[in-house]
């Protein structure tokens, strides 16, 4: 296996042998394997363990037992400890987005995770059932690499038994509460009992589907025929009007990896005999021009406004200092909280915006019988004072705002006994 661990990351991370590589490390089977793989090689290597305080002080020992491990052998090891029990929301995303927040922070030249082919497939299924895309877990995320993919559980087991390789065990894992664990546990192993070749026909199918995406970015290129100039991407509106393809889907593909959402793409391409109108992303603006349209990189002051993929709950961002977690759920009570808003899921699109507030800006505030009220008004009403109208969140669907954060939802998107599953947006 270690031969095998070798060739990969040589040839398919295209490491250097002065590369620093921090290890994310658990203290599981899978990161306790991962560490011992790469501190067998000639890279250097750091080590970083985030202990969130649960499971009644378990993960405090777990947190002992990497420091004596990495101690022992002299790897630099860096601890992060957080108290779950100060936040609240959706643990696991919330957790998920402290860890990575973490590892970025360390000097490193890439960052190393344990995810294996079993966690691999899981994740399909996972998307598959949500209703997301069949696409699996990146072996590549940028500075994040994921050498363990082409391993199996039973592969690291093995090597763990063979190399005596202590670990921990962490009993969440065996409970079937969490989605992941229930088709881990239960689901994945009765279809692998029948179809043995389960797992290499169903990462297969993904990988070409990944592939066929590419493929489908390419041919959006050609389509829309995109120029670069300077520091500006511009995009004949006469390319946006073809009617011999899904226009809109073709430039919500172009626009994703600049943080624009499927409804802004659609929202342009009817938006284009409107010059001058502006749309934002986490980090691009695009303007509508006489003859074309424009984007570019969005100066530091427009960084406040981003869509978020509702594909990809639950997860946690933060806005302006603010903390948000977004999950769907089935559980239909409704919260009294000022800090958290549930909303049908069946009438949003597959992303929603936030942002600041603009003057103009109109809603129709839960239960005042339909009635059209400006933002501005709002505030007014909340004694909210110039300043702090610029930090508070306002989410929107499309054009339509549906929150503002902390204030007031909007009728038209709240939870009624038709409603089947919830977004649930929660500022932590």
Not at 97 to 113: N, S, V
Not at 115 to 143: A, M, W, Y
């Amino acid at each position: 296996m270690f031969n095998r661990f070798l060739s990969h990351i040589k040839e398919d991370f295209y490491l250097k042998s002065t590369d620093v590589i921090l290890i994310a490390v658990s203290g599981g089977v899978d990161s306790m394997v991962l560490l011992d793989l790469f501190d067998k090689s000639e890279y250097q290597i750091k080590a970083a363990h985030f202990d969130h305080l649960t499971r009644n002080g378990q993960s405090t020992k777990d947190a002992e037992f990497v420091e004596q491990y990495c101690k022992k052998r002299g790897i630099p090891l860096y601890i992060q400890t957080i108290d779950k029990r100060q936040k609240s929301g959706n643990f696991q995303a919330e957790a998920r987005y402290q860890r990575y927040t973490f590892f970025k922070q360390l000097e490193c030249d890439k960052i190393a995770t344990a995810h294996h082919k079993d966690d691999n497939l899981e994740t399909i299924f996972l998307n598959f059932i949500n209703g997301r895309s069949t696409q699996g877990i990146p072996s590549v995320n940028n500075k994040i690499i994921r050498p363990l993919m082409i391993f199996t559980k039973e592969d690291i087991l093995q090597y763990a038994q063979q190399n005596n390789i202590p670990f921990v065990e962490d009993a969440s894992n065996f409970e079937s509460h969490y989605d992941r664990n229930f088709l881990r546990n239960e689901i994945i192993p009765k279809i692998s009992s029948k179809h043995p070749e389960l797992s290499n026909k169903v990462i297969g199918l993904s990988t070409r589907q990944s592939e066929n995406i590419k493929l489908l970015n390419q041919l959006v290129e050609i389509t829309l025929l995109p120029i670069k100039r300077d520091d500006k991407i511009l995009i004949n509106k006469s390319h946006l009007r073809s009617e011999k393809i899904n226009i809109s889907s073709a430039l919500a593909a172009y626009l994703k990896p600049m943080g624009f959402t499927s409804d802004q793409a659609l929202s342009i391409i009817n938006g284009l005999d409107s010059i001058g109108i502006q749309f934002l992303s986490s980090t691009h603006q695009l303007v509508v021009d006489r003859d074309q349209i424009i984007i570019t990189k969005s100066s530091g002051a427009e960084l406040d406004t981003f869509s978020i993929d509702l594909t990809n709950v639950p997860i946690c961002v933060t806005w302006n200092n603010c903390n948000l977690v977004i999950e769907k759920t089935n559980d239909l009570s409704i919260s009294t909280s000022t800090q958290v808003a549930q909303f049908d899921a069946s009438k949003l699109g597959t992303s929603i915006i936030v942002r600041s507030w603009q003057e103009g800006d109109r809603f129709y505030p839960l239960n005042m019988d339909g009635k059209k009220q400006s933002l501005k008004k709002l505030f007014v009403n909340h004694k909210v004072d110039l300043l702090s109208k610029r930090n508070i969140p306002i989410f929107l669907n499309g054009e339509d705002i549906i929150w503002v954060g902390g204030l007031r939802q909007d009728d038209r998107y709240k939870v009624t006994e038709k409603t089947t599953e919830v977004l649930k947006i929660e500022i932590v």
